[in-house]
Nanobody, 123 residues
Framework: QVQLVESGGGSVQAGGSLRLSCAVS????????MAWFRHTPEKEREFVAA????????YYGDAVQGRFTISRDTTTNTVALQMNSLKPEDTAVYYC????????????????WGQGTQVTVSS
């Protein structure tokens, strides 16, 4: 089990950028997958991006492909999400999540979650 704390949310105009960070603590096994999801009241929790903790392989949701970049720093135990060319439809609460031993875009496969950080994009 790991503990996750997100930061970096805020308000930005369409076309702008934000960088989210997730501080990871606890025992981080080599087989962890770290991911970002987002949620609005109108939608189910949506997969944004995932990264393999050890090898760094990444995977993105279709809605953010080419605009968002997920990365991790194994020395500081942080996971970042660089969000560029933001759109109003990117407005959501963004969650950092961790899954042990799986590579998945399904929220139910993730065991540990942060508290979320709000991102608001105005037109």
């Amino acid at each position: 089990q790991v503990q996750l704390v997100e930061s970096g949310g805020g308000s930005v105009q369409a076309g702008g950028s934000l960088r989210l960070s997730c501080a990871v603590s606890g025992h981080i096994a080599e087989t962890y997958t770290m991911a970002w999801f987002r949620h609005t009241p109108e939608k189910e929790r949506e997969f944004v991006a995932a990264i393999r903790w050890t090898e760094g392989g990444t995977y993105y949701g279709d809605a953010v492909q080419g605009r968002f970049t997920i990365s991790r720093d194994t020395t500081t135990n942080t996971v970042a999400l660089q969000m560029n060319s933001l759109k109003p439809e990117d407005t959501a609460v963004y969650y950092c999540a961790a899954a042990l031993g799986v590579w998945s875009f399904r929220p139910r496969m993730y065991d540990d979650w942060g508290q979320g950080t709000q991102v608001t994009v105005s037109s």
